[in-house]
């Protein structure tokens, strides 16, 4: 978890909490340069995931959509767009919220991308 002020994290040695300074796109940076090939990150930062994604990375949204090099540039450009029309006063609704389909389509996209990651580590080994 990494965000520019304290987010309490359950203890697990899995999971870490990094606070980064505040400002703009800080946090972005710092996952970004601290990522590497093959890594999971859970974001519905369709920048950071288009930067993940160009750099290797797996990146999945809280619906459980999957990024890929198939489809970022079209999230991204939707993103560009949708922002222009709010910038120019025009009221997009913005995202519905979240529900139990979305919780359980990012809980089945999330345990598949572990299982196959899991996999490719024990034919490594």
């Known amino acids: 978890m990494v965000a520019n002020q304290p987010v309490p994290v359950p203890k697990n040695r899995f999971v870490n909490a990094i606070q980064v300074a505040q400002g703009f796109d800080v946090a972005d940076n710092y996952i970004v340069q601290h990522s590497n090939t093959g890594d999971l990150v859970i974001t519905g930062d369709i920048p950071l995931a288009a930067e993940l994604v160009e750099k290797g990375c797996l990146a999945i949204n809280?619906?459980?959509?999957?990024?890929?090099?198939?489809?970022?540039?079209?999230?991204?450009?939707?993103?560009?767009?949708?922002?222009?029309?709010?910038?120019?006063?025009?009221?997009?609704?913005?995202?519905?919220?979240?529900?139990?389909t979305d919780t359980r389509n990012f809980a089945n996209q999330l345990d598949r991308l572990l299982?196959?990651?899991?996999?490719?580590?024990?034919?490594?080994?």
């Open 62 to 100: 809280p619906r459980g959509e999957l990024y890929s090099a198939d489809n970022i540039r079209e999230r991204l450009n939707m993103r560009d767009f949708m922002d222009t029309l709010r910038g120019s006063g025009i009221d997009t609704g913005g995202q519905a919220a979240l529900n139990q």
């Open 115 to 125: 299982t196959k990651m899991a996999n490719q580590n024990k034919q490594l080994q």
